[in-house]
């Protein structure tokens, strides 16, 4: 039996795969924030002259003026709006494919470490599953070898020294 689930915590390029994307994540959550704040501002000068535009003592001249102003900001709070959403979705998009591709890179090098314990000496492997049971699914975990940790000894074997002390605490 192997545990997936222990090997992706504990794979030092594992850890360092998630630090990674953790970090990106928490810079897009900071660009996005600024760049919803200008738009947000934007919204807060149009509702401004909104209520200036209340204002029973303005002249016609005025009026024509602020309304003019408001349809610019307006316009100009619909656009940052929009860019930001494209931002998000194009930013999104990409940082999920390249997730993605980097943990199948991983999963790769975690399969080659297995069938290093495996051969000669395993005909099957069970995965030991993650998270409850599925209907149907037969979960077998008494009297199985449970490789995980010669699996881990290999994958980490390499692993520089700043890891291998972060793996100790």
Excluded: C, H, W
Excluded at 36 to 54: M, S, T, W, Y
Excluded at 106 to 113: F, T, V, Y
């Amino acid at each position: 039996m192997v545990d997936y689930g222990i090997l992706s915590k504990e794979y030092y390029k594992a850890v360092e795969s998630k630090q990674r994307f953790d970090k990106k994540r928490d810079e897009f959550s900071k660009d996005m924030e600024e760049r919803l704040g200008v738009a947000n501002n934007i919204l807060r000068d149009a509702k401004k002259l909104q209520e200036d535009l209340q204002s029973p003592v303005l002249s016609e001249a005025k009026k024509k003026e602020i309304t003019g102003k408001l349809r610019e900001k307006q316009m100009e709070f619909e656009g940052r709006q929009k860019m930001a959403m494209e931002y998000r979705d194009q930013s999104l998009g990409l940082m999920q494919k390249n997730q993605m591709a980097e943990t199948e890179a991983i999963l790769g090098e975690i399969n080659k470490a297995l069938n290093v314990v495996i051969k000669n000496k395993y005909t099957m492997v069970i995965a030991k599953p993650q998270g409850p049971p599925m209907p149907g699914m037969i979960t077998l975990t008494d009297g199985f070898d449970d490789i995980t940790l010669q699996v881990l000894a290999i994958l980490n074997k390499d692993a520089p020294a700043n890891a291998k002390k972060d793996e100790k605490k």
